[in-house]
């Protein structure tokens, strides 16, 4: 059974930085990633991690958060990472982890198949 488990979610203001990880069981995924819904909004693509099979993996991110959002992922661990840094309101979301195995779908069509549960992030300003 797949499981997909977030944390690291919090309040921080407005300039600080927050982690997110989560953690994968069940099985490897080529690509982990992360979306985020904000109230009233539609859920939207942030970021994503494609791995080769090796160690290296490319990256691609949503143009809100490039600069200052860094995706990486430990394999050994099947954990996927989000470093946020230099947070504003506007990132104020419920964030949620995603695995597929379809390398391009995250991004291009901000679908995947597995889904974890979420974990709410607030910048205050």
Known sequence: QVQLVESGGGLVQAGGSLRLSCAASGRTFRTMG???QAPGKEREFVARASTTGRSIYY???ADSVKGRFTI???NAKNTVYLQMNTLK???TAVYYCA???VVGRMAQQGSADYW???TQVTVSS
């Open 72 to 74: 990486y992922r430990d």
């Open 99 to 101: 695995a597929d195995d």
């Open 34 to 36: 992360w979306f985020r």
């Open 89 to 91: 309101p506007e990132d």
């Open 59 to 61: 990256a691609s991110y």
């Open 116 to 118: 974890g549960q979420g």
